[in-house]
């Protein structure tokens, strides 16, 4: 009865050649392998190829934001008198008539350039007749 026992002991346990398998994912896992191994080498090359090629499977949303330098879209450019030429977004401005639309020009440019005096200033139309742009002509004061 002690031989029966014996054997059936031993077959019941099934050989498990997963306990190897197994072995390497958990030193995969915890990275247990020294630098110079070909272990090492595989973990790192699989690393490479994620960083790598992820954002061409991967949609991480991270195009940047579209921003105007100003939010009015001012650009300033030095004219070649000596002062400078305020290109303003069209749509900055409202007003219609010459006093409101001077009176929003240098609301606009007097937090950029500080005390400033409008010499000129020309609406730049696209096809429909619409503003698109307005540029002015400044002389700071000194």
């Known amino acids: 009865m002690d031989r029966a026992e014996r054997i059936t002991a031993s077959t ?6 997963m306990t190897g398998i197994w072995r390497t994912i958990r030193d995969y896992v915890l990275w247990s392998y020294e630098r110079g191994t070909i272990q ?8 490479l190829l994620f960083v790598f090629f992820s954002p061409y499977w991967i949609n991480f949303n991270d195009k940047p934001v579209q921003r105007t330098p100003h939010p009015t879209g001012v650009v300033v450019v030095p ?4 002062g400078l030429v305020y290109q303003i977004d069209g749509s900055a401005i409202s007003a219609t ?7 929003q020009l240098l609301k606009i440019i007097t937090p950029i350039s500080g005390e400033a005096r409008i010499t000129n200033y020309q609406a730049l139309r696209d096809a429909a007749g619409h503003i698109v742009m307005y540029k002015v002509w400044v002389q700071r004061s000194r």
């Open 12 to 17: 019941s346990a099934p050989a498990v050649p």
């Open 40 to 47: 090492y080498d595989v973990m790192v090359t699989l690393i």
């Open 79 to 82: 004219d070649a008198g000596g």
């Open 97 to 103: 008539d010459n006093p409101g639309v001077r009176a």
